[in-house]
């Protein structure tokens, strides 16, 4: 990692950079749920922040968080070095709640959009559950409940992807970033050298 662009993201970056996303997620897309990726992945901070700026449209009140868990990267009991990096594990899923998608709003949230992989699992799984509780009911009744999904993520790195989302997906990203090493701050056992050096890089971008 040592030839590697290392950039470090402060918990104050992170939140206002979902701050500045939640005021065009409400007037475009206006979610009722968040879906969170953790499990390694940590989605579950950047879906609790947002969840502080994005109220149901309807209600008013707070949006519900779901969470699933996918891994990509890590190794995980019975997985395989083959499986590393190629192939999206899933460590919780919504199971039999899959239920409570019918006519909702998701916002699926993660922290960074790498290759695309996960999220494209993401989506395309869920749909499939959805499609599933969707044809158990009466065809009249059917395209009210199928769920529509969109996708927020902190950081985008500007790169080549490996999948692809459905056109029909909005797809939000906090900021774009080049093809670097982020450091979050919820990795960091040193939060004190982590902001340093962040402070650090941000002195030498504008000098």
Do not use: C
């Amino acid at each position: 990692m040592g030839d590697i662009e290392h950039v470090y993201a402060t918990y104050n970056d992170i939140h206002n950079i979902i701050a500045k996303s939640a005021a065009q997620i409400a007037d475009e897309f206006k979610p009722d749920m968040l879906i969170a990726i953790g499990a390694p992945r940590p989605g579950f901070f950047p879906a609790r922040v947002l969840r502080t700026f994005l109220k149901d449209p309807e209600s008013k009140r707070n949006i519900p968080i779901q969470a699933i868990g996918l891994s990509l990267y890590e190794s995980l009991p019975g997985t395989t070095q083959e499986q590393i990096g190629s192939e999206v594990i899933r460590t919780q899923w919504l199971g039999p709640e899959s239920q409570i998608l019918l006519g909702r709003r998701a916002l699926i949230v993660d922290e960074v959009d790498d290759s695309r992989k996960t999220l494209h699992y993401a989506v395309s799984e869920l749909q499939k559950d959805v499609e599933r509780e969707v044809a158990k009911l009466p065809d009249a009744e059917r395209e009210a409940k199928r769920t529509k999904f969109a996708v927020f993520v902190v950081h985008n790195k500007l790169k080549e992807k490996v999948a692809d989302l459905p056109a029909d997906v909005p797809y939000y990203s906090g900021a774009d970033v080049g093809d670097k090493w982020l450091n979050y701050p919820w990795e960091a056992t040193d939060i004190a050298e982590h902001d340093r050096l962040a402070a650090e890089a941000k002195a030498k971008a504008t000098s």
